[in-house]
């Protein structure tokens, strides 16, 4: 059973750099052929997607957050990062990680979320 589970800040001021870890059990990262996603929820607004490594190493982000956005991976201990730039009160969210699987076409596992409000 994969479990993924997000840590980090919950507060942020603006200006700042938002920077959240999921660490992920019952599977590695470099396994054929999964993504490792970044996936937001605003407060009264639906899922956005940020972007993702793949077990490759190889990142794609989201066109509107690209700019700011960077993830990483740390494959000894199974990590992956979330550093989003420049934060403005509009990046409050819930923020999770889950696992896209390349075969199935959608996000099979998912962190249970945690909230950070950008705020000073």
């Known amino acids: 059973q994969v479990q993924l589970q997000e840590s980090g800040p919950g507060l942020v001021k603006p200006s700042q750099t938002l920077s959240l870890t999921c660490t992920v059990s019952g599977g590695s990262i470099t396994t054929n052929y999964y993504y490792w996603s970044w996936i937001r929820q605003p407060p009264g607004k639906g899922l956005e997607w940020i972007g993702y490594?793949?077990?490759?190493?190889?990142?794609y982000y989201s066109p509107s957050l690209k700019s700011r956005t960077s993830i990483s991976r740390d494959t000894s201990k199974n990590q992956f990062t979330l550093q989003l730039s420049s934060v403005t009160p509009e990046d409050t969210a819930v923020y999770y990680c889950a696992r896209w699987d390349t075969g199935s076409y959608y996000n099979d596992y998912w962190g249970q979320g945690t909230q950070v409000t950008v705020s000073s």
């Open positions: 490594i793949a077990y490759s190493g190889s990142t």
